[in-house]
């Protein structure tokens, strides 16, 4: 069951390099960084935030390319350059440490910070990731490659940008299981992000383009290593219906994370499960890491 839908907080912003970042700082208590996918925004995680912004600190930003941030006109979008960005965030904050909750691309951030950079995620959550050589999936792939297709990819998004049609989109593109979960504020919120304006758009079609690029989605496999070596407790959540990454995908990074504790499917759930499900999705996190905490203070 779907909580009510709430706006948390208005963003802020951070010069990282030449970067300037957005993003969500809500609530008090251990920091939890929550990256969201492709092509959405720190939007996605408002009701997951309404739920834990009470006993957590709730980091959320605008991944490069998408939302509010903005970067210089050329900048590298790429997975390496995301973790760069997301690195000198937290820095910025002074965080050393954080749990790191990643969906769908934000999951592919994630792995690569946890191959790369273990010291600094304490837990890690992965959520309907991008992993091994899953993405685009090929639900999604016709959508992006469509944005591509020279003057008739920004006719294509700005058709997006209309409620009616940008409803259509998800229900068709099967970005959830259950359609009541396209509520008018929830698609107004992801056009007014990533569609509303000519350079929101043209940024969306940028960033698309990099989902197509073979040396980007090479990244998630080339971070396996670092991967299986990683040992903090790790919680892999999914949604039982995702046709664009299936559990199955889930499985296989329970097996292959040593830091995996458990493995979650969030029933009747799509791919956007923090939209559909962000009661649960928030009650199995906070779980989570109370359960850590506990046998923290055993230990």
Known sequence: MRTRETQVTAKRHARVGANRIAYLDVGDGPPVLLLHGCPFSSFVWRNVIAELRGRFRCLAPDLLGLGDTETPRGADWRLPAQLDAVLGLLDHLGLERVTVVGHDQGGAIAQLMAA???????????????????????????????????????LVLWTWSRRRVFRWALASGKAVHDRTALTDELVDGYTAANLSTRHRRAKTRRFLAAQLDPAN????????????????????MWGEHDVHFPPRWGERLHADIPGAVRFVVLPGTGHL????????????????LTDLDDSAGEG
């Open 116 to 154: 790369a950079h273990p010291g600094r995620i304490s837990a890690l959550v992965l959520a309907d990731a991008e992993a091994y050589d899953n993405w685009p999936s090929a639900d999604e792939r016709p959508f992006v490659r469509a944005t591509q297709i020279p003057l008739l990819g920004p």
């Open 217 to 236: 989605q090479a990244c998630t496999g080339t971070a396996l290593d670092g991967l299986r070596r990683f040992t903090r407790p790790t919680l892999i």
């Open 273 to 288: 499960l923090m939209e559909e499900q962000p009661g649960p999705f928030a009650a199995e996190l906070t779980r989570f």
